[in-house]
């Protein structure tokens, strides 16, 4: 952490900004003349880096792992997060976790401190929006020992806007306690393609009205801690069978379902006072015809999101990395036709120098104007100065003690958690197993990779979560296609079991993970299946007596459906997307609301 004097010396950089007349902590007391005045000192290069949120190797600004030096050679021509803000001046940095950038809240506080210090120490340092995608289950970049909450299929499942606002204040304290002032969540998209595969469980749900009532609670909570949320991905990204990361997904809706279907949360966002909209790589015929993606529309961004939608906050880019928006134009082309379509911040370029400078010549070849240029920075100023950047850049290790994964936010986190957990099947009143009856019980099933910083694997977390709460639970991982061996190891270790748990992800009609719920319910044996990502499973899973739906492999949300099984906590949580049969899509099996308890 800089010492005192330190960070004295690097905040001269934002003095000329404070000198303008800000007289509170308030961010709201710094208007547009000031910000302007800030503006018209710096240089063209200057305005271009600005634009820019960037990605960067490392756990330290200064001095990361020579394997982090190397990896920002390569990809950025730079060593440091440090080099990086000193030759191209970005706007913001982005944290990833497989760039070594979150690995424990003191660590990040001290890069978010070095990285604002490289900044403010400039010519005319600004400081920097640091940002990251904390959006909880399955997307998660800041793990223990900070608070992780349910994603948001749960928290449509658990229903509740206050829930909403709740995590988004203790989220947002905790991400600013570390330094990091933007968050990309929530997920605005209304999720109605149950074969979707980018988002699913990323969306509160299927019912626009119910998705736009949590977001606009989980952004008043984020924004009063002072960190912008940022509503993604306009114009919606909930019904397609494709993921922009690898290819470029065309929406069919008409407008007419566009408006009463994805436009709902971006306009309750809007109204929410939301700091930040992220736009989508997606094809939408019906908004724009034109084919290109939605990140590079005028008509959409600027016509349709500016003009009808009525919103002046920052636009920022979805990473423009992913396939989506690279299919069609080159990586130098991207950037400013982003910019001229009305996008603000340009997120994560495959190759910096190539869009950076694609900027800059495109200003000095008269293809976009400075004056287009200071547009998008004044709305970044405008953040900047909202979330109180200009008067404190900085945080403290004191700061991240006293906030960060504190029991109270644990605890908090854990009683949301058990409003969320869905029973869909009990025949025979199977559910809660009996410690007496029924102690000794056997966990199978999928363990995919643990979402950043829990412990997982699912397997082992459900199994201690029920020894702690009095069985005598053993964990047997299966995996999400397990093959007649691993099937025949399952059905053998349950003969010794008095009740089964079997973790499901993402059952298929020809997947191995039914034939193993099958022939572990020929074992006679009571086999309760938990679904730990898409709630979809149930439909595969006729024969299996009892299926809870947990919506996420976290362990927050692992140890609550534990204490459902146990019978500790009742099961609360109601569908909040359809489940349609599997022998006929077109029915639906269990509808939105749907959830039995006891």
């Known amino acids: 952490m800089p010492s005192r004097r330190t960070v004295l010396a690097a905040t001269a950089g934002v003095s000329a900004a404070l000198a303008l007349g800000t007289t509170t902590a308030d961010a709201g007391t710094t208007d547009d003349k000031k910000l302007r005045s800030l503006i018209a000192r710096m240089t063209l290069p200057e305005k271009v880096g600005q634009l820019f949120v960037m990605r960067v190797y490392g756990d330290s600004a200064t001095d990361p792992a020579q394997a982090d030096v190397d990896a920002n050679l390569k990809e950025i021509g730079v060593r440091t997060a440090a080099e990086l803000i000193a030759r191209y001046r970005v706007g913001g940095i982005i944290y990833f976790t497989w760039a070594h950038n979150t690995e424990n809240p003191h660590q990040i506080a001290d890069l978010s401190n070095g990285i604002q210090k490289a900044s403010l120490t400039q010519p005319r340092g600004l400081p920097l929006l640091v940002t990251t995608d904390q959006e909880h289950g399955i997307v998660c970049r800041v793990g223990r020992p900070a608070t992780l909450f349910p994603g948001a299929m749960a928290m449509g499942a658990g229903g509740s ?57 989980e952004v008043a909570g984020y924004q009063k801690s002072r960190v912008a949320a940022t509503a993604k991905h306009f114009p919606g990204h909930g019904d397609t069978a494709v993921d922009s990361h690898y290819g470029f997904p065309v929406i069919t809706h008409t407008r007419d379902v566009w408006e009463k279907l994805d436009a709902v949360p971006f306009r309750a966002a809007v109204k929410a006072g939301i700091g930040s909209i992220m736009t989508a790589h997606i094809q939408f015929p019906a908004l724009d015809d034109s084919g290109d993606p939605a990140t590079l529309s005028h008509p959409i961004l600027t016509g349709i999101l500016r003009g009808e939608l009525g919103y002046d906050g920052v636009v920022v880019t979805d990473s423009l990395g992913m396939e989506g928006v690279r299919t069609k134009y080159g990586d130098d082309r991207v950037p400013v036709l982003a910019l001229k379509a009305g996008v603000d911040q340009l997120l994560n370029p495959p190759d910096l120098a190539t869009a950076w400078n694609a900027v800059l010549k495109a200003v000095q070849g008269g293809e976009l104007t400075e004056a287009r240029l200071d547009e998008s920075i004044l709305r970044i100023l405008r953040l ?20 960060v994964g504190t029991a109270a936010h644990l605890a908090t986190a854990d009683r949301i958690a058990e409003r969320t957990t869905t029973l869909l099947v009990n025949k025979g009143g199977v559910l809660p197993l009996s410690r007496r009856t029924q102690q000794k019980v056997l966990v199978v099933g999928a363990d995919p990779a643990s979402p950043s910083g829990t412990t997982g694997p699912p397997t082992g977390v459900l199994a201690g979560a029920l020894t702690e709460l009095g069985f005598t639970a053993t964990a047997l991982s299966t995996g999400t296609a397990p093959s007649a061996a691993t099937i025949a190891q399952a059905v053998a270790a349950a003969k010794d079991a008095d009740a089964i748990v079997v973790g499901t992800y993402n059952v298929t009609a020809n997947s ?87």
């Open 384 to 403: 900047k100065a909202r979330l109180g950047l200009f008067e404190k850049p900085y945080v403290s290790r004191a700061g991240v003690d006293r906030v």
């Open 512 to 598: 191995s993970q039914k034939t193993l719920a099958e022939q572990l319910v020929a074992t006679e044996k009571p086999v309760v299946a938990v679904a730990i990502r898409n709630p979809y499973d149930v439909a595969q899973l006729p024969s299996v007596p009892a299926h809870l739906a947990a919506y996420s492999w976290t362990d927050v949300e692992l140890r609550a459906a534990a204490r459902v099984i146990a019978g500790k906590v009742a099961p609360r949580g109601k569908l909040p997307v359809p489940v349609q049969r599997a022998d006929d899509p077109t029915q639906v099996l269990y509808p939105i609301g749907y959830g039995l308890s006891y």
């Open 161 to 217: 806007r206050a829930d909403a606002r709740t995590l988004g204040r203790i989220s947002g304290a905790e991400l600013r306690a570390i330094g990091v002032n933007q968050d990309y969540s929530p997920d605005a998209d209304v999720n109605i393609n149950p074969a979707n595969p980018v988002i699913g469980v990323r969306s509160f749900g299927a019912d626009p009205d119910a998705v736009a009532g949590l977001v606009a609670a």
